[in-house]
T-cell receptor, first 117, second 116 residues
Framework: AQTVTQSQPEMSVQEAETVTLSCTYD???????LFWYKQPPSRQMILVIR??????QNATENRFSVNFQKAAKSFSLKISDSQLGDAAMYFC??????????????FGTGTRLQVTL | GAVVSQHPSRVICKSGTSVKIECRSL??????MFWYRQFPKQSLMLMAT?????????EQGVEKDKFLINHASLTLSTLTVTSAHPEDSSFYIC????????????FGPGTRLTVL
């Protein structure tokens, strides 16, 4: 069974500053994907960033980057130059297996990010 | 591209009635569709996984007879909440996975169900 743990229920960051959201996971599988999803007040889930477990290089998407520590099973999200539009609930998710319909997402409990002026 | 729609976005019904929620992949064929339930300020809980033309696979604890899932085509899946009760009130989110690289999964905007 897979588990995803987000230990920060809420975080706050000032506009233009940097914030890091934590995520740890557990799986016995060697092939998996890790994701960060953003859920703004509209409730629409939006993919922020994806990391393949076999890749050592940390994924980056503009102001968003991850720190993937495979041995420690840690997958943190760093948001640089925070903007008001970044305010949302952020979910860390794990999917075991690269292909196949049996693979499904396991979500963490989420971190609510507030962005202040 | 890769848009998933849900209809209706919001529905209110009386206890004991059935409600159908549609999920459509608008610009791609979905090999697999997923249905999630989300309670206020909580995470997404997977209810079931469905493949086109096959019976849905339900997660442990989810009543198959209460939450009927039909995946009639590669672009449409429906969730029917039968004999709805107030405890079924929740936010229901569908998601569709492509068969393309990374098996990318895209989410619908959700449906808020309120059972009176």
């Amino acid at each position: 069974a897979q588990t995803v743990t987000q230990s920060q229920p809420e975080m706050s960051v000032q506009e233009a500053e940097t914030v890091t959201l934590s995520c740890t996971y557990d799986t016995s599988e060697s092939d998996y994907y890790l994701f960060w999803y953003k859920q703004p007040p509209s409730r629409q889930m939006i993919l922020v960033i994806r990391q393949e477990a076999y890749k050592q290089q940390n994924a980056t998407e503009n102001r968003f980057s991850v720190n993937f520590q495979k041995a420690a099973k840690s997958f943190s999200l760093k948001i640089s130059d925070s903007q008001l539009g970044d305010a949302a609930m952020y979910f860390c998710a794990l999917r075991v297996g690269y292909t196949g319909t049996a693979s499904k997402l396991t979500f963490g409990t989420g971190t609510r990010l507030q962005v202040t002026l | 591209g890769a848009v998933v729609s849900q209809h209706p976005s919001r529905v209110i019904c009386k206890s004991g009635t059935s409600v159908k929620i549609e999920c459509r992949s608008l610009d791609f064929q979905a090999t697999t569709m997923f249905w999630y339930r989300q309670f206020p300020k909580q995470s997404l809980m997977l209810m079931a996984t469905s493949n086109e033309g096959s019976k849905a696979t339900y997660e442990q604890g989810v009543e198959k007879d209460k939450f009927l899932i039909n995946h009639a085509s590669l672009t449409l899946s429906t969730l029917t909440v039968t004999s709805a009760h107030p405890e079924d009130s929740s936010f229901y989110i569908c998601s569709a996975r492509t068969g393309r690289l990374y098996n990318e999964q895209f989410f619908g905007p959700g449906t808020r169900l309120t059972v009176l």
